[in-house]
């Protein structure tokens, strides 16, 4: 059979051969805007490897929700950041979740060979960064870049480049589907709940997890009620509501009973800080009925940012902390610091997990303590659609993945 140039969605090549083409979701500086607009199909180069770097066939990848900033151009140029990181191409392809098949490895590639079936984790780093072979965390390392975002050739493609310490076990009783669903979200949760001294998640914590049918809020709800903590869920509908029932939490509040969202009226304002001040009031009071005592949540997995951090850090409980993954409402963060310094709570940035942290998290998938979350599986054709729900918060729940190489099969 002659070997193609590039071989069409769901044609795997024969084992072993690498085409000079392939098929990928790609986002340009010129078309920066929405995602059902920036994210478009196009035929770009298969990207080359390295000595250390890992060619992976895609099965699945996942969505999250930095390829939908990608794709506006906001809170970064993707495309500029890498020009300045000295990679020449001028196109940033997404994707940062994924599983599939080592196709093809680097000479000085050692613990990965190819045909194995590999998660995708998420992040990379210089081995030599003089900031981690000091000790320093790799996931804030000056090196350090998530894939599909900072490094502009994810998963949303034929073809992903990998390093060789991106590559993790495929739990092989889940379909391609759920095995590109959860590292990202997993261990982004897993982080917020067990990587900071002094506030790891303990048995009867409450924990109040905002977006809770979400990708990081199911995620969050399954690791603390393992725990043994309460998970109080926030959503935006009973049927969300309902869902966040089933991974494991007490009880849910719907947060469109409330009209106080929004940057903190300035405290000089007294009659709108004390509107405000009630709304957080009568919002905390729905967490003690869903606890059943007046208990304030230790832990609160925040990501809506502006419309809900002032609510968040009012309704902590004193010594606790609100750990802050992302900002979909905006970026401008306002609180109460009477709230903050006299109670002596912690505001605390978490973004994914270092690699014990995702190892972590595919061992309790593969024990099958920790499920995927697979909400909605789309066509490759249908990334750009996927990205624009998740960024209306239309159709949902859990975690989407986005089908690349892989023919659906049943959970084993």
């Known amino acids: 059979m002659p070997l193609k140039q590039v071989y069409e969605i769901g044609e795997q090549p024969p084992f072993g051969v690498v085409p000079e083409l392939m098929f990928a979701q790609v986002v340009r500086a010129a078309r920066f805007g929405e995602p059902r607009d920036a994210i478009r199909m196009e035929v770009v180069p298969v990207p080359p490897i390295g000595p250390r770097d890992v060619l992976v066939y895609v099965m699945s990848a996942g969505i999250n929700y930095n390829n939908i900033w990608a794709s506006l151009g906001v809170p970064l140029d993707v495309i ?105 979200s997993g261990a982004t949760a897993y982080r917020m709940l067990t990587g900071f001294a002094e506030h790891t998640v303990r ?36 049927q969300r509501g309902r869902y966040c029932l089933e991974q494991g939490c007490r009880g849910y509040i719907d947060r469109r009973k409330f009209r106080h969202w929004g940057p903190l009226p300035h405290w000089t304002d007294t009659n709108r800080y004390q509107e405000w001040l009630e709304g957080a009031r009568q919002f905390g009071s729905e967490i003690w009925n869903i606890v059943g005592a007046r208990r304030n949540p230790r ?82 054709d249908e990334t750009a659609l996927a990205h624009q729900l998740l960024r209306e918060s239309r159709d949902c729940f859990g975690n989407s993945v986005v089908r690349v190489g892989c023919a659906s099969r049943e959970r084993a």
Request: charged share 20%; proline share 5%; glycine share 12%.
């Open 80 to 184: 500029e950041f890498h020009k300045r990181d000295g990679d020449p191409s001028d196109f940033h392809i997404g994707g940062t979740d994924g599983a599939g098949i080592v196709w093809a490895v680097g000479s000085e590639v050692t613990s990965v060979r190819p045909g194995q079936e590999i998660v995708v984790y998420p992040h990379a780093w210089d081995e030599n960064d003089p900031f981690v072979v000091n000790g320093g965390d790799p996931i804030v390392a000056p090196s350090g870049r998530p894939l599909g975002y900072l490094s502009s050739w994810g998963t949303f493609a034929q073809f992903a480049r990998l390093k060789e310490c991106q590559c993790l076990p495929r739990p092989q009783h889940l379909t391609w589907e759920e095995s590109a669903a959860y590292m990202v």
């Open 299 to 380: 832990i609160v997995i925040e990501h809506p940012g502006e419309a809900t951090l002032p609510t968040s850090l009012y309704v902590c409980d004193t010594s606790g902390m609100v750990a802050i993954c992302g900002g979909t409402s905006g970026y401008h963060a306002s609180f109460d610091l009477r709230h903050h310094w006299t109670r002596q709570k912690r505001v605390q940035g978490a973004q994914l997990g270092d690699r014990r942290e995702g190892a972590k998290v595919n061992e309790l998938v593969s024990a099958r303590r920790l499920d995927p979350c697979v909400g909605k599986t789309f066509r490759f």
């Open 203 to 238: 048995e009867n914590d409450v924990v109040l997890v905002w977006g809770a049918a979400g990708g990081v809020g199911c995620m969050a709800v399954q690791i603390a009620t393992m725990a043994g903590a309460i998970a109080v869920a926030v959503v935006s509908s009973e």
